[in-house]
């Protein structure tokens, strides 16, 4: 864990600020929910709550059904981070933080397919991955994440069958987080 230095005192309704500089590094956004955990020693922590995080198994299940049947790399995200890879790229991109482009693609609610070229990085981690086709995960009109097709810069265009495979494994995702 590391100090930042800044203190805060508890208003009488018992909330505390969370700094401006601190949520705009942790992309924490209003209305994102946190998790609160605490231990023995007397520590507060504040997590981002990531709904999606709870299906990573099932999303990892997921991803493996999609590389099979394209045999490209298939991975879903959530509004923040990779949380499962299937094809390859997995040490490169699993739990690394999402570009800003990738981030602009899931708040317009709609897919994304690259037309090959140049491409849009999966992570700032590592710019080896590019986007070939994104589909945002929506629960009750809220963007909870992505599935992703990935491929290198240079690839050929992405095909209509990967991008209606992106799209209803988004729209069953969504589903099962709703219920």
Do not use: H
Request: glycine share 10%; charged share 25%.
């Amino acid at each position: 864990m590391k100090a930042t230095g800044i203190v805060r005192r508890i208003d009488d309704l018992g909330r505390v600020v969370i700094p401006k500089e601190i949520r705009r590094t942790m992309r924490i956004r209003e209305g994102d929910p946190l998790e609160i955990f605490t231990d023995k020693d007397g520590e507060l922590i504040f997590k981002k709550y990531s709904p999606i995080g709870e299906l990573t198994d099932f999303a990892a299940q997921i991803c493996d059904s999609l590389r099979r049947t394209t045999d490209g790399i298939a991975a879903v995200c959530d509004r923040d981070a990779v949380i499962a890879v299937s094809g390859g790229a997995k040490k490169e991109l699993l739990e690394k933080p999402i570009s800003a482009q990738l981030a602009e693609i899931m708040e317009g609610r709609a897919a994304y397919r690259s037309s090959g070229g140049g491409g849009i990085p999966a992570s700032p981690a590592d710019e080896r991955y590019c986007l070939a086709v994104a589909a945002p995960i929506l629960t009750e009109g809220d963007v909870m994440g992505c599935v992703l097709f990935l491929a290198p810069p240079g690839s050929p265009p992405a095909t209509e069958v990967e991008f209606k495979l992106a799209q209803t494994a988004a729209l069953f995702l969504g589903k099962q987080m709703e219920s």
